[in-house]
């Protein structure tokens, strides 16, 4: 998806140092690229310069709901790739600022500068979801195309794991304390979820201009697992036992009502609407081969990676016994 027959130099990354964004940011070093850190804060962004040669990452501050700054970032790069979305509000930090008129300023920017465009959506985008994550999702999506066309590509990971993320560790860390686990709805929801680093791979690829443009591809994992399978996974792994309550879905949602007015919620009503659907690569992708396996990347399994990070949440961290389960209950 290259603009010009020259392989683009300069990389603008927003959101180059969240828990996607440093993968990225990895993989983009790796193949030669200057890399253009976009983030709010660029003094908390020190953790990316190690990933690359020196000068070669550089952070500057940029804010979706600001036009100008995002412009400025782009200012002579070659491509750009957006990775920020939100998972609840927070103050001027809204799904409409920040997943529809956020993506819309960023395609847009790079119409202007005819670069191309590589953009992070999720599965289970859809203008007609009752969830506000999905519907501004979908419509910053539809910004990103009517933008730039076949300049553009769009990825819908399903739930991404890795060292840093926000499912595996927060459950494995509510294992430590609480005597339950929650199965929202009865943990049928199916996922398939998708390794950090493959996700990563993708977007360098789509940057490389190995993938076609004007296309939606998305990304899942090699296994489809029930939300049940999930925590079941994560108690094997931390070597815990622990009772797997089902909360119906009118309690969860009640719940996630409640907790969703606190600062950082463990769970929002909006997150319990996306758990009503399943998390899952769809059979059209399969079909028109928009998938990481089309892409030649053989996506990691759960079960291989969880164990290399969440042993920390075992009782005696890397030092216990991997074969052992914990007594306690």
Not at 85 to 114: M, P, T, Y
Not at 220 to 241: A, D, H, I, T, Y
Not at 288 to 309: C, D, F, H, N
Request: aromatic fraction near 6%.
């Amino acid at each position: 998806m290259s603009n010009s027959s020259r392989s683009p130099k300069i990389i603008t990354v927003f959101g180059a140092s969240g828990f996607l964004g440093r993968h990225v940011t990895r993989a983009l070093a790796k193949r030669g690229y200057r890399v253009r850190a976009a983030v709010r804060r660029p003094d908390l962004a020190g953790h990316l310069q190690p990933l690359g040669d020196v000068g070669q990452i550089a952070a500057v501050q940029a804010n979706l709901r600001h036009r100008w700054s995002v412009e400025r970032a782009l200012d002579g790069a070659d491509a750009a790739v957006n990775l920020v979305g939100i998972l609840f509000e927070s103050g001027k930090q809204n799904f409409n600022a920040v997943q529809e008129f956020g993506a819309k300023a960023v395609a847009q920017s790079c119409a202007q500068r005819d670069i191309p465009l590589v953009h992070i959506s999720a599965i289970g985008a859809d203008e007609n979801s009752n969830a506000d994550y999905a519907r501004t999702k979908a419509r910053g999506e539809k910004a990103v195309m009517d933008a730039l066309g076949d300049k553009a590509i769009i990825m819908r990971p399903s739930i991404i794991f890795g060292p840093e993320d926000n499912f595996f560790n927060q459950f494995a860390n509510l294992a430590r304390y609480s005597p339950v686990l929650p199965l929202i709805g009865g943990g049928h929801t199916k996922f398939q979820p998708v390794y950090v680093i493959d996700v990563a791979e993708a977007i360098a690829k789509a940057i490389d201009g190995e993938l076609k443009g004007g296309q939606i591809y998305e990304l899942g994992g090699p296994e489809v697992m029930s939300f049940k399978q999930c925590m079941e996974e994560v108690l094997k792994v931390v070597e815990r036992k622990r009772i797997l309550a089902t909360v119906p879905w009118a309690i969860a949602r009640l719940k996630g009502a409640i907790l969703g007015m606190l600062p950082n919620p463990l769970l929002t009503k909006d997150q319990v609407i996306l758990l009503e659907t399943d998390n899952v690569v769809s059979a059209d992708a399969k079909a028109q081969e928009r998938t990481l396996e089309a892409m030649g990347i053989k996506p990691s399994s759960v079960e291989a990676i969880l164990p290399t990070y969440l042993w920390r949440f075992r009782e005696t961290g890397q030092f216990r016994n991997p074969n052992a389960i914990s007594k306690d209950s």
